[in-house]
Every structure is written in structure tokens, then in C-alpha cells.
């Protein structure tokens, strides 16, 4: 059964006919292959445009940014899987992928909002320090998380997000969501009463929205380098199983305490 009105039945992202491939209006083999790099065929996939240099640039430095971050739970999950069924790489995958919500992959997406809420308000006349404390503020009180800021192991900086900020500077990529996110880090830090770290989220949001990136790509941008990440792991687990024995260990490190029904 079918919820809502119909929409029309079109795709603008690819076609394959017998002689050829056509993927946003380019053939496959004859413009695409051997003329573009992975980044900017990401990047005509998910806009329908081509990257300019600076946005190639900096999505490809974003990529390297948030690719791996060691043994966390997504990458735990992907090996246990294999360990659990080896033919089942895309099912690896996809339990990864799976786990790689806020807490884990970030809050690219989050941010991206956040600062672009803060845009609006400064674009209707707002000072940005002053928008960035009222928003501070009303997260602070109404209990939650600041999208970008805290980390349980990087302090008092995130140097991955350091990088991206320095990187955005020196190569002239720094714009008005890049001085909203450091107005946040200020108010952050007046709000809580202590300064929390600037993790890797919030530079991603804040330079993909000032190169005109679409803001779907803070959550995309993730999303893809993470798949590289976990492949890795499961290249290795194929190599170096390590699996069961997380999986023991975990059985080790959880107490058993029976209780009565």
C-alpha cells in the first residue's frame, strides 16, 4: 500500500545502456574513467556536479580525517561478524556500518544544523558570539550534548580537527561557518564553565558548508571513510583473526550474576 502522493518515477544519477554507461550526463569509460579521481566521482555522485580543486582538495583531506580511529565498537562489531561467518564480507561491512551513529562515527551531521542554524540568525542581524552563546546556552539547559565538543580520549584538543582548521586557514577555505564554530568553542566554554574539546565533527560541518558543500555531505563524508577503515579491519581479520578473542574477553570482562525470576 502506498503512503502519500506518488512522486515522479526519475533518477538523475545513473543509467546503463548496452554501449554504454551514463552517470550524472558523462559516459562511464569515455569522460569518467582515467579523468577523475575517486573524491571527485564521490563528489559528482552524491551533487550531479563536478569538485572544484578546492573542494577536492579538502574532501579528500576530510576522507583521511575521519577514516580510522582504532578498535572502536563499529570496527569490533565488522570482525566479530567475519569471525562469525568468514564469507560474509558485505555482512561485515554492513554491521559496521550499522553501529556508526553519533557516538561512535560523530555528529557531522548535527553540526552541519547547529551551524547552520547560527548562519540564519546571523544573517537576521545576530552578532555571531552573541547567537552562538544563546544557542550554547538553550542546549546546556534543556540537558543535552553539544553537537562537536567533548571526547574521552583527545584533550584538550583533537588534533584532527586542529589540522582542519589549520589547513582551512592557511589555504584560504575558512569562511563564516568556520568563525561560527570557533565562536561555539567560546561559548562552549563560558556555558559549561570548562573547556571541552573541539572534536573532528564540527570542522568537517564547518568546512564542507563553507565550500559549498551541500549539507547531507557531513553525514556522507563519514559514512564513506569509515567503509574504507572497516575494510581494512576486515582485511586484516582475515589475515589475523582476532575475533573470538574479543569475543572472549568481553565474556572475561562482564560479570555473570544469576537472579532469581
Known amino acids: 500500500m502506498q503512503s502519500g502522493k506518488a512522486g515522479t518515477p526519475v533518477s538523475s544519477i545513473c543509467r546503463a545502456f548496452p554501449d554504454r554507461v551514463e552517470v550524472r550526463g558523462r559516459d562511464l569509460a569515455g569522460d569518467l574513467m582515467g579523468r577523475v579521481s575517486f573524491t571527485e566521482y564521490f563528489h559528482l555522485l552524491v551533487t550531479g556536479r563536478e569538485a572544484t580543486e578546492e573542494q577536492r582538495s579538502f574532501l579528500d583531506l576530510l576522507l583521511v580525517a575521519i577514516a580510522e580511529h582504532g578498535m572502536m565498537p563499529a570496527n569490533v562489531a565488522a570482525r566479530m561478524t567475519l569471525a562469525a561467518d568468514p564469507g560474509s564480507l558485505q555482512g561485515a561491512v554492513a554491521a559496521g556500518i550499522l553501529g556508526c551513529g553519533p557516538v561512535i562515527l560523530g555528529t557531522s551531521e548535527l553540526c552541519a544544523r547547529l551551524l547552520g542554524e547560527a548562519r540564519s540568525r546571523v544573517l537576521s542581524g545576530g552578532a555571531p558570539a552573541a547567537v552562538a552563546l544563546e544557542m550554547a546556552t538553550a542546549i546546556h539547559v534543556s540537558g543535552a550534548r553539544a553537537p562537536g565538543f567533548g571526547h574521552p580520549l583527545h584533550r584538550p584538543l583533537d588534533p584532527r580537527a586542529e589540522r582542519i582548521l589549520e ?95
Open 167 to 261: 589547513l582551512a586557514d592557511a589555504r584560504g577555505a575558512s569562511g563564516p561557518h568556520v568563525a561560527l564554530a570557533r565562536e561555539f568553542r567560546e561559548a562552549v566554554t563560558a556555558t559549561w564553565g570548562r573547556p571541552l574539546t573541539m572534536n573532528v565533527s564540527m570542522p568537517i560541518a564547518a568546512v564542507t558548508l563553507d565550500l559549498g558543500f551541500p549539507p547531507s555531505m557531513a553525514k556522507a563524508i563519514p559514512l564513506l571513510a569509515r567503509t574504507a577503515g572497516l575494510l581494512a579491519h576486515l582485511v586484516e581479520e582475515q589475515a589475523q583473526p582476532t575475533g573470538f578473542a574479543m569475543a572472549a574477553a568481553a565474556e572475561e570482562a562482564v560479570a555473570y550474576e544469576p537472579r532469581p525470576a
